[in-house]
């Protein structure tokens, strides 16, 4: 069964420290993955997704298909970076449906 | 363009009440999905669907959950009758391709 583990449930680093926030996945298959992110009091929105290979306001992350892995990095943290940070893995299974399955969630604070 | 409109933001129920939750997706979306987050939970799939036809409606916990979009327009997601573990946060998202936009979420409070 396809599954998304978040081993950190909080993280706190220092403004213009790196950060990596850590996601897992297992799929039988070849996954489409996703983070997402909630700003305080905001909806849930896309910050990035692996097959776009792009950088959205400082973070990257790359899925490394030997490791079960698709680790979110910004090389220096800032104050507005504050949020609930969400892994997900789409399920390629056809036809359009895109359902997401979710990691729980690390809550990232960017201390001054 | 309107994002994602749920309605309403909080409900406060008694165990056994019925509530009804609302979900507007962005025009021109034909997928509609219904996620939920229960405490301490990840955000849990519960249904999908592709205009007014449910997809995929594996997540749903039981029969005490009824969701609808009648004309494939908005959706509504009934619980009925409430108890105390439906309590949690219910997504809507809605997608024209392969990008889910959320909407706020409804907080469910079942007491």
């Known amino acids: 069964a396809q599954r998304v583990t978040q081993p950190e449930k909080l993280l706190s680093v220092f403004k213009g420290a790196p950060v990596e926030l850590k996601c897992n996945y297992s799929?039988?298959?070849?996954?489409?993955l996703f983070w997402y992110v909630q700003y305080s009091r905001q909806r849930l929105q896309l910050l990035l997704r692996?097959?776009s290979r792009e950088s959205i306001k400082g973070f990257t992350a790359d899925l490394n298909k030997g490791e079960t892995s698709f680790h979110l990095k910004k090389p220096f943290a800032q104050e507005e970076d504050s949020a609930m940070y969400y892994c997900a893995l789409r399920h390629n299974s056809g036809g359009s449906n895109y359902k997401l399955t979710f990691g729980k969630g690390t809550l990232l604070t960017v201390n001054p | 363009e309107a994002g994602v409109t749920q309605f309403p933001s909080h409900s406060v129920i008694e165990k056994g009440q019925t509530v009804t939750l609302r979900c507007d997706p962005i025009?021109?979306?034909?997928?509609l999905y219904w996620y939920r987050r229960v405490m301490g939970k990840e955000i849990k799939f519960l249904l999908h669907?592709?205009?007014?036809?449910?997809?995929?409606e594996s997540g749903m916990p039981n029969n005490r959950f009824l969701a609808e979009r009648t004309g494939g327009t908005y959706s509504t997601l009934k619980v009925q009758p409430a108890e105390l573990e439906d309590s949690g946060v219910y997504f809507c998202a809605s997608s024209r391709g392969q990008i889910q936009y959320f909407g706020a979420g409804t907080r469910l409070s079942v007491l």
């Open positions: 669907f592709v205009k007014e036809s449910k997809q995929d």
């Open positions: 799929y039988s298959g070849s996954p489409e």
């Open positions: 692996h097959i």
């Open positions: 025009s021109g979306h034909d997928n």
